[in-house]
């Protein structure tokens, strides 16, 4: 299929934007012919530029609309392209999540289905009336992210892969208890860096070989920072990451608010709404951080490993939305047998 993916940026290298390019290399090696749309594009950024190195067309001008089978896009500043272009096209809207009402497509855009991305944004896409909603999830590259080793019976390292947080909580707490704390992409949002690219922190050559600069600023190989960590704070993707590599996950956080360690009877909860912390929403002193910290287990490394390759596998979440492009086939397929018979009949006159 000739595909569209449309986005608002791909500036940094965080979920929205690296979601966007996950989706685009993969369909793209399932075979589909895929365009993709960047309405604020700098061209300059990291992804743009591995994107293109990839023999992925990236614009900011949209294509012609005989040349899209079918759209996928996101984010609230493409909405009002939809209302008027590609209506005779399935179109699906990625929802992200409910934290961000705003960023989830309105319910009547034509011939749309909505596509969540957590078991919370489809609950709550049902709640608003949102009938056509599908679950499809998302995923990392298990291969990528891959236990390095087993965990060590106590924690040594510490990774802060999560740019929001009060680190030095994490610091005081993790020095109480003898673990190193590193820190992973946690100034990519201070005052006075540049956020239009990373070009310089993050460099993309020709020929698609990437240079971290300053993993602290921002990263593309964060597995390599990954590695040698016993524990990741992090929060969304990042523990979702942090699972796929056999790490201790400590869900952490707005300023000081997280949900805490990720143990086998926590799982499933804290997966419900994408580790995000607004499961049970914890104010973490350093005090409560500590104790905390003590539920760490050698067996979580292990235990994390298989609950995202159950639930977080890229390879599955690329079928799932391969699913839903195979379920509108015969749409774009009526369409280009429309188009063949009017030009028939025209050849015909």
């Given at each position: 299929?000739r595909?569209?993916?449309g986005?608002?940026?791909l500036?940094?290298?965080?979920?929205?934007?690296?979601?966007?390019?996950?989706?685009a290399?993969?369909?793209?090696?399932?075979?589909h012919e895929?365009?993709t749309?960047?309405?604020?594009?700098?061209?300059?950024?990291?992804?743009?530029r591995?994107?293109?190195a990839?023999?992925?067309?990236?614009?900011?001008e949209?294509?012609?609309?005989?040349?899209i089978d079918a759209?996928?896009?996101?984010?609230?500043e493409?909405?009002?392209f939809?209302?008027?272009?590609?209506?005779?096209?399935?179109?699906?809207?990625?929802c992200?999540g409910?934290?961000?009402?705003?960023?989830?497509?309105?319910?009547?855009?034509?011939?749309?289905?909505h596509l969540?991305?957590?078991?919370?944004?489809?609950?709550?896409?049902?709640?608003?009336?949102?009938?056509d909603?599908?679950?499809?999830?998302?995923?990392?590259?298990?291969?990528?992210?891959?236990?390095?080793?087993?965990?060590?019976?106590?924690?040594?390292?510490?990774v802060v892969?999560s740019?929001?947080?009060d680190?030095?909580v994490?610091?005081?707490?993790?020095e109480?208890?003898?673990?190193?704390?590193?820190?992973?992409?946690?100034?990519?949002?201070q005052?006075g860096?540049s956020?239009?690219?990373?070009?310089?922190?993050?460099?993309v050559?020709?020929?698609?070989t990437?240079?971290?600069?300053?993993p602290?600023?921002?990263?593309?190989?964060v597995?390599?920072i990954?590695?040698?960590?016993?524990?990741?704070?992090?929060m969304?993707?990042?523990?979702v990451?942090?699972?796929a590599?056999?790490?201790?996950?400590?869900?952490?956080?707005?300023?000081?608010?997280?949900?805490?360690?990720?143990t086998?009877?926590?799982?499933d909860?804290?997966?419900k709404?994408?580790?995000?912390?607004?499961?049970?929403?914890?104010?973490?002193?350093?005090?409560?951080?500590?104790?905390?910290?003590?539920?760490?287990?050698?067996?979580?490394?292990?235990?994390?490993?298989?609950?995202?390759?159950?639930?977080?596998d890229?390879?599955?979440?690329l079928?799932?939305?391969?699913?839903?492009?195979?379920?509108?086939?015969?749409?774009?397929?009526?369409?280009l047998?429309?188009g063949?018979?009017?030009?028939?009949?025209?050849s015909?006159?």
């Open positions: 299929m595909l569209l993916l986005t608002t940026f500036n940094c290298l965080t979920g929205s934007e690296l979601l966007f390019h996950d989706l290399v993969g369909l793209q090696g399932r075979g895929v365009t749309w960047v309405k604020e594009l700098n061209r300059t950024a990291p992804l743009p591995l994107l293109h990839r023999g992925l067309p990236v614009s900011a949209l294509p012609e609309e005989g040349q759209v996928i896009f996101q984010l609230k493409t909405f009002p939809w209302r008027e272009r590609f209506l005779g096209v399935p179109r699906f809207a990625i992200h409910p934290k961000l009402p705003a960023e989830i497509a309105p319910p009547d855009l034509p011939n749309t289905t969540a991305l957590t078991r919370e944004g489809l609950a709550y896409l049902r709640r608003h009336g949102y009938s909603a599908v679950y499809i999830g998302y995923g990392v590259d298990l291969r990528r992210f891959a236990p390095p080793a087993e965990l060590p019976d106590r924690p040594r390292r510490a892969h740019k929001y947080c680190g030095d994490v610091s005081q707490a993790c109480r208890l003898g673990i190193e704390v590193n820190e992973l992409g946690v100034q990519s949002w005052p860096l956020v239009d690219h990373y070009s310089d922190i993050v460099e050559r020709t020929d698609g990437v240079i971290d600069h300053d602290h600023t921002a990263a593309w190989h597995e390599d990954l590695a040698p960590a016993d524990i990741v704070f992090g969304g993707r990042s523990a990451e942090a699972l590599m056999g790490k201790a996950c400590f869900v952490y956080g707005y300023g000081r608010v997280g949900d805490g360690m990720v086998a009877d926590r799982l909860t804290f997966a709404v994408n580790f995000s912390g607004r499961a049970w929403g914890r104010t973490f002193d350093v005090n409560a951080m500590v104790e905390e910290l003590r539920l760490y287990s050698v067996n979580q490394g292990r235990r994390n490993r298989r609950y995202a390759v159950q639930h977080y890229l390879v599955a979440f079928d799932r939305v391969d699913e839903q492009l195979r379920g509108c086939r015969p749409l774009w397929r009526r369409r047998r429309a063949f018979s009017a030009s028939k009949r025209v015909d006159n």
